[in-house]
């Protein structure tokens, strides 16, 4: 793999598993120093995901680059400021910003547009909406000062979708893309690139222990099988090089073809 990103810092959210995991190694073997989230560093043990070091950062370190591990809760503002503080004290500034965190993570039955829990709904657009614009506003000034970046927010085809159930997600999904176009014409003049990807029935090892019936959706995609966190991660790649220099404002599906179907 050619090492594109040498001398670039990328911060990757919710990056102890899974997607963010895999994005994290994913820009590390093409060069790039990482700061790897996670509002639990040890995360990948809740779902028994197997590690190759003693944590992401380890497994980053041991690519070639720089790597450290910043456990922060990114829906607090002050906490998220602290993180790109450090970044930019210990690694030298920040290229790359992939927000990653966040999830459908409460009861899909409470989910419901006509009764859906208000607190849930609060947490949702926290998690997924708030922390996606919180890091965005810290990396911004950060990119501004060295004449470019890249900024990958994620989305889901839950943004797209209708339904009875996931609604709060959805809704916080389809808010950071209406965000992302929004800073990347706001930002563009400038040399920083803000896109978005949406995935689809991915096969994290959270997702699968959430809804395990989700390994039955392969019969339903078009290319018959799940997404994989390492699918995710070769998106993420194309919108951190050059190969995507002339590309912003977009949303990129992944969903081997399952467009509208999953969430």
């Known amino acids: 793999m050619e090492r594109k ?3 670039k810092v990328a911060v990757v959210t919710g990056a102890g598993r899974g997607l963010g995991r895999a994005c994290a190694l994913r820009l590390a073997e093409l060069g790039a120093d990482v700061v790897v989230n996670d509002i639990r560093l040890d995360a990948a043990a809740e779902f028994g995901e197997e590690l190759s070091a003693p944590s992401v950062a380890d497994e980053c370190r041991a690519l070639g680059v720089r790597s450290i591990g910043i456990e922060a809760d990114v829906t607090d503002r002050d906490a998220v400021g602290a993180m790109f503080n450090r970044a930019a004290t210990e690694l030298g500034g920040v290229d790359i910003l992939v927000n990653n965190a966040g999830g459908m993570l409460r009861p899909v039955e409470r989910s419901a547009a006509s009764t859906m829990d208000i607190d849930d709904f609060d947490f949702i657009m926290d998690v997924n909406m708030k922390s996606t614009v919180y890091c965005c506003q810290a990396a911004t000034p950060l ?17 797209f979708g209708g339904g009875t159930t996931f609604t709060s997600y959805g809704m916080a999904k389809a808010a950071i893309l209406r965000y992302t176009r929004s800073l990347a014409y706001e930002l563009g ?3 920083i690139h803000v896109n978005c990807i949406a995935p689809s029935v991915i096969a994290s090892s959270r997702a699968l222990a959430q809804f395990p019936d989700r390994v039955h959706a392969a019969q339903r995609i078009p290319l018959r099988r799940l997404g994989t966190p390492v699918d995710v991660a070769k998106v993420v790649e194309f919108l951190c090089t050059d190969l995507s220099d002339y590309i912003t404002g977009q949303c990129i599906v992944i969903c081997g073809g399952n467009y509208l179907n999953a969430s």
């Open 189 to 191: 003049p400038e040399g």
């Open 5 to 7: 990103l040498i001398g």
């Open 143 to 159: 990119m501004r000062a060295q004449g470019g970046g890249r900024i990958v927010n994620f989305s889901s085809t839950a943004a």
